[in-house]
T-cell receptor, first 117, second 113 residues
Framework: SAVISQKPSRDICQRGTSLTIQCQVD?????MFWYRQQPGQSLTLIAT?????????ESGFVIDKFPISRPNLTFSTLTVSNMSPEDSSIYLC??????????????FGPGTRLTVL | AQSVTQLDSQVPVFEEAPVELRCNYS??????LFWYVQYPNQGLQLLLK??????LVKGINGFEAEFNKSQTSFHLRKPSVHISDTAEYFC???????????FGGGTRVLVKP
């Protein structure tokens, strides 16, 4: 497995602003993923982030709202843009492919709890 | 596409009693199956997974699950729960050789003393 950290752990933001969430892994990984967990709900995949290519977004999520960067094999960011109260959620990153191998198993970070007022 | 149904949204259980969390999936292709646990205010932790081989899978914290291909189920069990098992449990599937996890709706387990 891998040790995954996220910053910030939580934040309270005003509507109309943007927040960038960081995901750091202690080893190189092939695949990184971003999920949203709305209050009381399950997890929904936002996008898959591969190093050196554009992120692949799932239906219902667009790059203008959730731009993602993946500058190297240990780091990714997700920005939640022009926020509204409906964006209040926990945002989690996950990884697969530690050290270049595919394990078919995703490991999750601790999440970022976002509240938009 | 795959889908996952967790049949119970909440399961209250007394300490030291057994618990079973039900998970059914739908897929036209082979899948891998997972159970994750989310403790209050924390991220997801992998409990166990089924990729292939023995259909009875043992995980951490005394949990086990059985893959039943004919019934498309992957139910999670623990023979004796502790207060510390109070958490939300998620069943998830991924297409074999794929990378997109599909989660069930979650089952909230509340262990009572």
């Amino acid at each position: 497995s891998a040790v995954i950290s996220q910053k910030p752990s939580r934040d309270i933001c005003q509507r109309g602003t943007s927040l960038t969430i960081q995901c750091q892994v202690d080893s190189q990984v092939t695949m990184m993923f971003w999920y949203r967990q709305q209050p009381g709900q399950s997890l929904t995949l936002i996008a898959t982030a591969n190093q050196g290519s554009e992120a692949t977004y799932e239906s219902g999520f667009v790059i203008d709202k959730f731009p993602i960067s993946r500058p190297n094999l240990t780091f990714s960011t997700l920005t939640v843009s022009n926020m509204s109260p409906e964006d209040s959620s926990i945002y989690l990153c996950s990884v697969d492919g530690v050290a270049g191998g595919f394990t078919d198993t995703q490991y999750f970070g601790p999440g970022t709890r976002l509240t938009v007022l | 596409a795959q889908s996952v149904t967790q049949l119970d949204s909440q399961v209250p259980v007394f300490e030291e009693a057994p618990v079973e969390l039900r998970c059914n999936y739908s897929s036209s292709v082979s899948v891998y199956l997972f159970w994750y646990v989310q403790y209050p205010n924390q991220g997801l932790q992998l409990l166990l997974k089924y990729l292939s081989g023995s259909t009875l899978v043992k995980g951490i914290n005394g949990f086990e699950a059985e893959f039943n291909k004919s019934q498309t189920s992957f139910h999670l069990r623990k023979p004796s729960v502790h207060i510390s098992d109070t958490a939300e449990y998620f069943c998830a599937v991924i297409k074999a050789a794929g990378n997109k996890l599909t989660f069930g709706g979650g089952t909230r387990v509340l262990v009572k003393p």
